[in-house]
């Protein structure tokens, strides 16, 4: 029984370079040319390899450390037997009475990442499996005695990637700050808002698995909102205050109808199936002291205006004292997120897993429009729909919001109401 100390060898330029992986930990048995750790200039990225076998006793580094030719890795205890480790997977090999065909080299791939935990992969490919948030021990390699490729890692995204709606193999990888910001002045740590936290795992698996494309448009709303003034109580005569959303709801719902591919949801593109819905339940995006919640205003073709803007005030007053019934911020067709209260006009609203599009409408204003040789003044409302490009297309997007546009402007306001 012996120990040797194994340094970082001559790696040329690389001076002063970053551990970004340590495939090796304390009490683990490793073989000649295994990977020990990975650096990382920035240029590119080098694997260190053993040049002994035996048994890490004591480990030196970690990731995050600084390394230059000659800094010590790990402390290895050798035996006076250095083929034992290859006797012991052979052992194990033959118990499990593996022949020799394509299925059993598969396997033995498969057992050697088991004994040794890690995975053989180029620095190229770890590299690209840091870059997605991927641990490459999970990947099963595809290439001879199990070496993981890029290909190897793509497929994993795609088939972990999302489970029941969340995020758990794929995760966001983190950037190492160089300095804590206390560094610089005065800092108060305050506690994310659950709402918030429970919303960003949802956030995060929208905008990495679904490629979203946005159109921009404007509405003429002149005649909607001069209707929606002119309503008063047959009774009192008092005017009745109606929420322009609840008019772009009923208006999104007419859209709908007349492209059925917006109301769908695709769980998984591999089977090559999608989701038509038949019921028509929008979400609204409501702003709360918590953070973003979007509640359903479910059957929206069966209801009327005035209902609508009441159910609207309903659900939200819910949302904002956190008293909304979990089952109601599922099982939307399509959701609206408005900041025309707020402020601003274009933005790139993300989509709400697992619906496939969303509207953002802005801010309307006054604006001198052309139209029939003169300019004339009309209430301009900013719309942003954003997609999911799997199964929408570009041409189908701005003929959706040529749709809507009509729903919202002449002679048609009166036909939502009713």
């Given at each position: 029984?012996?120990?040797?100390?194994?340094?970082?060898?001559?790696?040329?330029?690389?001076?002063?370079?970053?551990?970004?992986?340590?495939?090796?930990?304390?009490?683990?048995?490793?073989?000649?040319?295994?990977?020990?750790?990975?650096?990382?200039?920035?240029?590119?990225?080098?694997?260190?390899?053993?040049?002994?076998?035996?048994?890490?006793?004591?480990?030196?580094?970690?990731?995050?450390?600084?390394?230059?030719?000659?800094?010590?890795?790990?402390?290895?205890e050798?035996?006076?037997?250095?083929n034992?480790?290859?006797?012991?997977?052979?052992?194990?090999?033959?118990?499990?009475?593996?022949?020799?065909?394509?299925?059993?080299?598969?396997?033995?791939?498969?057992?050697?990442?088991?004994?040794?935990?890690?995975?053989?992969?180029?620095?190229?490919?770890?590299?690209?499996?840091?870059?997605?948030?991927?641990?490459?021990?999970?990947?099963?390699?595809?290439?001879?005695?199990?070496?993981?490729?890029?290909?190897?890692?793509?497929?994993?995204?795609?088939?972990?990637?999302?489970?029941?709606?969340?995020?758990?193999?794929?995760?966001?990888?983190?950037?190492?700050?160089?300095?804590?910001?206390?560094?610089?002045?005065?800092?108060?740590?305050?506690?994310?808002?659950?709402?918030?936290?429970?919303?960003?795992?949802?956030?995060?698996?929208?905008?990495?698995?679904?490629?979203?494309?946005?159109?921009?448009?404007?509405?003429?709303?002149?005649?909607?909102?001069?209707?929606?003034?002119?309503?008063?109580?047959?009774?009192?005569?008092?005017?009745?205050?109606?929420?322009p959303?609840?008019?772009?709801i009923?208006?999104?719902?007419?859209?709908?109808?007349?492209?059925?591919?917006?109301?769908?949801?695709?769980?998984?593109?591999?089977?090559?199936?999608?989701?038509i819905?038949?019921y028509?339940h929008?979400?609204?995006?409501?702003?709360?002291?918590?953070?973003?919640?979007?509640?359903?205003?479910?059957?929206?073709?069966?209801?009327?205006?005035?209902?609508?803007?009441?159910?609207?005030?309903?659900?939200?007053?819910?949302?904002?004292?956190?008293?909304?019934?979990?089952?109601?911020?599922?099982?939307?067709?399509?959701?609206?997120?408005?900041?025309?209260?707020?402020g601003g006009?274009?933005?790139?609203?993300?989509?709400?897993?697992?619906?496939?599009?969303?509207?953002?409408?802005?801010?309307?204003?006054?604006?001198?429009?052309?139209?029939?040789?003169?300019?004339?003044?009309?209430?301009?409302?900013?719309?942003?729909?954003?997609?999911?490009?799997?199964?929408?297309?570009?041409?189908?997007?701005?003929?959706?919001?040529?749709?809507?546009?009509?729903n919202?402007?002449?002679?048609f306001?009166?036909?939502?109401?009713?």
């Amino acid at each position: 029984m012996s120990e040797i100390d194994i340094k970082v060898p001559n790696i040329g330029e690389f001076k002063d370079v970053e551990v970004i992986e340590v495939l090796v930990s304390e009490g683990q048995s490793i073989g000649k040319n295994d990977p020990l750790i990975t650096i990382e200039s920035d240029k590119s990225s080098v694997e260190i390899p053993s040049i002994y076998e035996g048994k890490v006793k004591y480990l030196k580094l970690k990731v995050g450390d600084k390394v230059s030719e000659g800094d010590f890795i790990l402390i290895l205890e050798r035996t006076s037997n250095e083929n034992k480790i290859k006797e012991d997977v052979k052992i194990e090999k033959q118990s499990e009475t593996i022949v020799e065909t394509k299925e059993a080299t598969e396997q033995i791939s498969i057992t050697k990442n088991k004994v040794t935990n890690i995975s053989s992969a180029s620095p190229k490919a770890r590299k690209f499996a840091r870059e997605l948030g991927v641990n490459i021990n999970e990947v099963v390699g595809s290439e001879k005695d199990g070496r993981v490729v890029e290909d190897d890692i793509k497929k994993f995204v795609s088939l972990k990637s999302v489970n029941n709606n969340v995020i758990k193999e794929v995760k966001p990888s983190k950037i190492k700050n160089e300095y804590e910001h206390a560094s610089f002045g005065k800092v108060e740590i305050k506690d994310i808002p659950r709402v918030k936290k429970l919303a960003s795992t949802y956030l995060t698996n929208s905008w990495t698995t679904i490629p979203h494309v946005t159109n921009h448009d404007e509405a003429d709303i002149t005649e909607m909102e001069s209707f929606r003034s002119s309503l008063t109580d047959i009774y009192t005569g008092e005017k009745i205050k109606i929420t322009p959303l609840a008019f772009i709801i009923k208006a999104v719902v007419a859209s709908l109808k007349k492209f059925p591919s917006f109301n769908s949801s695709i769980d998984e593109i591999e089977s090559g199936k999608m989701t038509i819905k038949k019921y028509y339940h929008i979400g609204i995006a409501v702003d709360t002291p918590n953070g973003l919640m979007v509640p359903k205003i479910r059957d929206v073709n069966n209801k009327k205006i005035s209902l609508i803007s009441k159910e609207l005030r309903e659900v939200s007053e819910l949302c904002r004292n956190l008293k909304i019934d979990k089952k109601e911020l599922f099982g939307g067709s399509m959701t609206i997120t408005s900041l025309g209260g707020i402020g601003g006009s274009f933005f790139t609203p993300i989509i709400n897993y697992p619906e496939v599009a969303i509207l953002g409408v802005g801010r309307s204003e006054k604006k001198q429009v052309f139209i029939n040789g003169k300019f004339k003044i009309r209430t301009m409302l900013p719309i942003s729909l954003s997609y999911d490009h799997r199964i929408i297309d570009g041409a189908e997007a701005a003929r959706f919001n040529n749709d809507l546009k009509e729903n919202l402007g002449k002679n048609f306001a009166y036909k939502l109401a009713v």
